[in-house]
């Protein structure tokens, strides 16, 4: 286990280490993102009864895997004795300090979730894009009464989107993400008064959904809840990161709030549109009210904003793989790279422009595999050598979100991917 006196948080050195509140900001932010749009979505494919149900389960499931690999990342930090890792590196390390056949997979973990993550954020980065256009297209189109393909409105947001993407780190990110949250709270309260306007009966509604629809409600849900890839960023930047952790730690004040949140939109935004209810609840409301084109344009900005928190993981991949090339001009080249890869989230956006299916398919298959099974193959390992606890319950625990996390990629990923296929065949 290593010295049991050596603290990594008091070795920690940081020029801008942020604080226990920004930390926060920034993982409410992460949390309540476009998935939150979805719920209602989520709920039509499970019922209204058990929606409820499910998504607290889910939420539970979710910030016990982020809560295991910070936890994991702390136990290795005092293994070898450093201050911080990524996400790949702690995989990487777990397999290599771990039992002797797991060894030689060190570097597969690494790469595994490396590839992994990429395609997470990157993913997410061009469902984002693609919200934020459509919110702007209702908008749009109303006053000026032209009608334009989405694939403009989406090419139009790379200027901007690359001037986001310039901010160079976490700490001078943290006040777009206060921006972003001030502007979610207030349009998910202008609507919620819609939806609370001559909502139908709950009890008039399918309570529980037919089972082969399960997939969808989980792929969703995942997608809209899971942080994982922001989570140990946030804690390598963080001035007290213990205080993560803990029953009255920052994830879980902040799960606990979304999960709160997600509930209620979810079970309101489907008793009021039913079975029309659509892959973001803000293109169901009257796009001639003033208010509701007032939601909209907020939750484009809120959207907008939050892509620079997402965008960060995909830099950090493919700047951290690529720097070591470079000797001058390291921050001109940087800058070339956060270009680059910007453009090529916003051509991923303009290529496939949907968002229920596409939102499924990052939620089943990335998100199921990084939040859900790594997080316990990690603990897996490292508690091989600590010990399981009175009657092995860790692993016992740990075999049963196992089973939940492959029965969600495997079934998501195939309703996201039939979806899809009947939407571009339609």
């Not at 998935?35 to 058990?50: D, E, R, S, V, Y």
């Not at 702390?74 to 771990?98: A, D, L, N, Q, R």
């Not at 995942?222 to 990161?241: H, K, Q, R, S």
């Amino acid at each position: 286990m290593g010295d049991e006196n050596w603290e990594f948080d008091k070795e920690r050195k940081r020029e801008r280490p942020t604080t226990d509140c920004e930390t926060l900001t920034h993982f409410l932010k992460a949390a309540v993102g476009t998935g939150i749009l979805g719920m209602p979505l989520a709920f039509k494919n499970c019922g209204i009864f058990l929606g409820i149900i499910l998504t607290i389960f889910v939420a539970i499931i979710c910030t016990h895997c982020a809560y295991i690999l910070v936890k994991c990342a702390h136990i290795v930090y005092k293994k070898i004795k450093v201050t911080e890792m990524t996400f790949p590196e702690v995989g990487e390390v777990v397999f290599m300090k771990g039992p002797e056949w797991g060894r030689k997979y060190s570097k597969a973990a690494r790469m595994s979730i490396l590839i992994g993550l990429f395609i997470t954020y990157f993913g997410s980065c061009s469902v984002y894009a693609v919200i934020i256009a459509q919110n702007f297209q209702q908008v749009l189109e109303l006053h000026t009464g032209y009608s334009y393909d989405i694939r403009i409105y989406i090419s139009v947001l790379l200027l901007p989107l690359i001037l986001l993407t310039w901010i160079p780190d976490l700490k001078r990110l943290a006040p777009v993400s206060l921006v972003a949250n001030g502007f979610m709270l207030i349009s998910i309260g202008i609507t919620f008064y819609y939806l609370c306007d001559h909502p139908q009966s709950p009890f008039d509604m399918p309570q529980v959904a037919d089972i082969m629809d399960w997939p969808m409600f989980f792929s969703i849900t995942i997608f809209a809840m899971e942080a994982i890839g922001v989570v140990l960023p946030l804690e390598n930047n963080m001035m007290t990161p213990k205080h993560l952790l803990g029953i009255c730690g920052i994830l879980d004040r902040s799960m606990t709030v979304v999960t709160i949140i997600y509930a209620t939109l979810g079970f309101m935004g489907y008793l009021k549109y039913g079975d029309d209810v659509l892959g973001s609840i803000t293109l169901n409301l009257p796009t001639e009210d003033i208010a509701a084109q007032i939601v909209k344009i907020l939750v484009a900005a809120a959207v907008f904003c939050t892509f620079g928190l997402q965008y960060y993981v995909c830099l950090e991949i493919v700047w951290g793989g690529l720097k070591h090339h470079f000797k001058n001009h390291l921050l001109l080249y940087e800058y070339i790279v956060r270009t680059i890869l910007t453009c090529s989230t916003v051509l991923l956006a303009i290529i496939v422009p949907t968002i229920g299916p596409f939102m499924g398919l990052i939620g089943a298959l990335c998100f199921g595999f990084l939040g859900l099974l790594v997080p316990i193959i990690l603990e897996t390992i490292l508690y091989c050598d600590i010990g399981f606890g009175t009657g092995k319950w860790i692993l016992w625990k740990n075999i049963g979100v196992f089973i939940f996390g492959i029965l969600a990629v495997v079934f998501g990923s195939y309703t996201s991917m039939h979806d899809i296929i009947d939407e571009y065949r339609d």
